[in-house]
């Protein structure tokens, strides 16, 4: 997913129509929490100009996250829309500093990995959950003198030791 700032030029009037699968494989390395990461499918357009490039970009895929409360593997879709825009030369119309999206292109090629990394890296949520509570791999709920009880299950119970205490408020 790299070109020349010559070959985007050589694109102006046809425009660039992207559709590509890359493989993000390394992400594992920059953040631990991703187990595994398969090859993420990358669609979109060009718009191209002699001072810019403008990629409109659909990123999907799926990675497999912790589950935060049982480790568990999840699988996690996600489906990332974002536009990059590259200044192909130093223009009065961008702000570099306050607009995110817009990169200075150094040297004669414009590479769209590191903005797809970037875009898949800040997709990942805080906290994940499995769906099913009953895997054989997620955590026990109960054991030697405890159990996980729910919101319900609490309302509803006295604690045994405070029993007795029930039968003193009684009229007779």
């Not at 997913?1 to 985007?8: E, F, G, V």
């Not at 187990?35 to 490039?53: E, F, N, Q, Y």
């Not at 589950?67 to 996600?78: I, K, W």
Request: one cysteine or more; a negative charge.
């Amino acid at each position: 997913m790299k070109w020349s700032i010559n070959q985007l030029n050589q694109l102006v009037h046809r425009g660039l129509t992207i559709d590509e699968i890359v493989d993000v494989s390394d992400l594992k390395e920059l953040d631990k929490t991703i187990r595994d990461i398969k090859p993420v499918h990358v669609s979109g357009r060009g718009d191209l100009s002699s001072t810019k490039a403008t990629f409109h970009l659909t990123i999907s895929g799926t990675m497999i996250l912790p589950c935060s409360r049982t480790l568990v593997d999840v699988n996690y879709p996600f489906e990332i829309q974002t536009t990059e825009t590259f200044l192909l030369r130093q223009t009065s119309d961008f702000d570099l500093e306050s607009d995110e999206d817009v990169h200075q292109v150094r040297g004669e090629m414009i590479d769209l990995f590191p903005a797809i990394k970037e875009n898949i890296l800040l997709e990942i949520p805080i906290q994940i959950f499995c769906d099913h509570s009953n895997s054989e791999d997620a955590a026990p709920q109960s054991g030697k003198d405890w159990e996980v009880i729910s919101e319900d299950d609490k309302k509803n119970k006295i604690d045994p030791r405070l029993a007795g205490l029930a039968k003193f408020f009684e009229d007779e």
